[in-house]
């Protein structure tokens, strides 16, 4: 295979680092849940929420569809909505 | 130029346009990531540097997904604009909600997406039989999580919460009941997946298979992001 068929011979996701992804998803889930429920989420909580929550977005974009590796277009699309609406939500929670 | 159809072909006699950069971004979307290589490389090689690279799955997916994003990103704002001008109701009303639903949904949704991906992967390693057995796990997560929806919604309703209570659960239940239309819709996907991977393989996978079955890992992935901000949102945020 020559160098410029190099893109469709390279495996776009490793299976490990989805399930260490998971994993990752899977704990921050849990600890966004415990600070909603033990805490209520007032004060700084909500916006730690969103933050991890847009977070855990970015790495499903990244790992699960396979946006790391795929044209870098559609990767600056998806990132752009994680932090627009990050930053919107956020601004509008603080302001409340 | 008025002439000129979308993405550059030309209209008149459907052949190459005079812009290079439109037909190559055309290859490109028109090429899959696996597959016989066409002459001259694969058109993820070539091209500008910005869209250099693969879609995973059909285009038409990822116009959906993306523009889906872009609506429920504005759903989001709806609901806390609304929630800014009546706090006290909406938290009192957020407390009554089960959260334990919700985060036992999301690692579902999540697990189901870990199975999704192994089963691409299995795929492309032509391990069918591998395959199919994730997509009946990933197809599992998604029934539980209606299952569990149904059980919450029927506790809700028990309580006497019902779209027409309030605000809050007017978009409880408009949010979380245009997520679960989603998530049938991604179970679909996933049959017609699964009827892919389980067709007798011949000599060789065909490109558009391995097409159908990342178009349908995509639709399910969204599904799961989009659970991934509506639980917090509705579920866990609480009134400054």
């Known amino acids: 295979m020559s160098a410029s068929n190099e893109p469709a011979a390279a495996a776009p996701v490793s299976v490990r680092r989805a399930v260490a992804v998971w994993v990752v998803l899977m704990v921050a889930t849990a600890l966004s849940w415990w600070l909603g429920v033990a805490h209520g989420a007032g004060g700084l909580g909500g916006p730690l929420i969103l933050t991890v929550t847009f977070g855990k977005i970015f790495l499903v974009g990244d790992h699960f569809m396979e946006l790391r590796s795929a044209a870098r277009a559609l990767r600056l699309v998806f990132a752009g909505w994680c932090v627009v609406t990050w930053a919107i939500l956020t601004v509008q929670y603080l302001g409340t | ?240």
């Open chain 2, 1 to 240: 130029v008025t002439d000129r159809a979308v993405g550059g072909r030309d209209r008149a006699t459907g052949g190459p346009s005079s812009d290079p950069d439109a037909d190559r971004l055309l290859d490109l979307l028109a090429t899959p990531w696996v597959g016989p290589v066409p002459p001259g490389g694969h058109p993820a090689a070539r091209g500008p540097r910005l869209l250099r690279g693969r879609v995973p799955g059909e285009v038409g997916i990822w116009i959906f997904v993306l523009g889906d994003m872009l609506i429920f990103g504005v759903f989001f704002v709806v609901y806390l604009a609304y929630r800014a001008a009546a706090p006290e109701l909406f938290e009192l009303s957020r407390r009554t909600l089960s959260s334990t639903f919700g985060v036992v949904n999301t690692l579902l949704l999540l697990t189901g997406s870990l199975f999704v991906v192994q089963a691409v992967h299995a795929m492309r390693r032509r391990s069918e039989a591998v395959a199919a057995r994730l997509f009946l796990l990933a197809m599992a997560t998604g029934i539980v999580f209606i299952v569990d929806k149904v059980f919450e919604y029927r506790d809700e309703i028990a309580a006497g919460h019902t779209p027409m209570t309030n605000e809050f659960y007017t978009f409880y239940f408009m949010f979380t009941g245009l997520h679960l239309i989603h998530l049938c819709i991604a179970l679909v996907f996933l049959v017609i997946a699964l009827r892919v991977v389980r067709r007798p393989a011949t000599t060789a996978r065909s490109a558009r298979d391995m097409r159908t079955v990342e178009s349908a890992a995509s639709f399910w992935h969204l599904v799961d992001l989009l659970w991934i901000v509506l639980f917090p949102l509705l579920y866990l945020v609480g009134a400054r």
